[in-house]
């Protein structure tokens, strides 16, 4: 069965410190999304990843294509990234256009000021 | 450029009603995806349509459940005879046509919040 894990479930911290989230995948992809949603609100892409890494402002993302591994990194973090993270995949066998996508439960993050 | 547009943003019916959510994908793209998040529960695929036609519908109920892209207009996602279970966040993404030379990113809606009561 494909499927999509994500560590942790819920994750509290002080502002600041460095966060890490972490997404792992049963078989071969061919893209891999992190997403962001407010309580109540949308979702909001992140980044689409399908090697190597990827950064956006204090966001960092990577992947390992071969130990089935992505990582969301929060640098510096901020109140105002509190939120759910999910990680989404794509898995290889999608022809392309199909951009179908199977989630992760989602990390729960809470930023303490 | 406006996002993917999704309306009603909440939607409250009685149980045995019909709902009828509307999504107008990003300008440009030709491709719609549905996405359910049943309340503390992961977001799952329903179903992607491109315009006129249903292309995967593997995810969807195999009763009460429809969706269409018709050639012009919104898609549409119709959940006929309403229960309690149906009372969840839908979400609706598109992306472009690449005439199946590459792969994406896909873009989101603020979703639909059906209540059953």
């Known amino acids: 069965k494909n499927e999509v894990e994500q560590s942790p479930q819920n994750l509290t911290a002080q502002e600041g410190e460095f966060i890490t989230i972490n997404c792992s995948y049963s078989?071969?992809?061919?893209?891999l999304h992190w997403l962001q949603q407010h309580p109540g609100g949308g979702i909001v892409s992140l980044f689409m990843?399908?090697?190597g890494k990827k950064k956006h402002g204090r966001l960092i993302a990577t992947i390992n294509i071969q130990e089935k591994h992505s990582s969301l990194h929060i640098t510096a973090s901020h109140p105002r990234d509190s939120a759910v993270y999910i990680c989404?995949?794509?898995?290889?066998?999608?022809?392309?256009?199909?951009?179908?996508?199977?989630f992760g439960t989602g990390t729960r993050l809470t930023i303490i000021p | 450029n406006a996002g993917v547009m999704q309306n009603p943003r909440h939607l409250v019916r009685r149980r045995g009603q019909e709902a009828r959510l509307r999504c107008s994908p990003m300008?440009?793209?030709?491709?719609v995806y549905w996405y359910r998040q049943l309340p503390e529960e992961g977001l799952k695929f329903m179903v992607y349509?491109?315009?006129?036609?249903?292309?995967?519908e593997s995810g969807m109920p195999k009763e009460r459940f429809s969706a269409e892209f018709p050639k012009e207009g919104p898609s549409i996602l119709r959940i006929q005879q309403v229960v309690r279970g149906d009372s969840a966040a839908y979400f609706c993404?598109?992306?472009?046509?690449?005439?199946?030379?590459?792969?994406?990113?896909?873009?989101f809606g603020q979703g639909t919040r059906l209540t059953v009561v």
């Open positions: 993404a598109s992306s472009p046509e690449t005439g199946g030379r590459e792969y994406t990113e896909a873009f």
């Open positions: 078989v071969g992809i061919s893209a």
């Open positions: 990843l399908s090697s």
């Open positions: 989404a995949v794509r898995w290889g066998t999608a022809n392309f256009g199909n951009e179908k996508l199977t």
């Open positions: 300008k440009g793209h030709s491709h």
């Open positions: 349509l491109q315009k006129e036609n249903i292309i995967d």
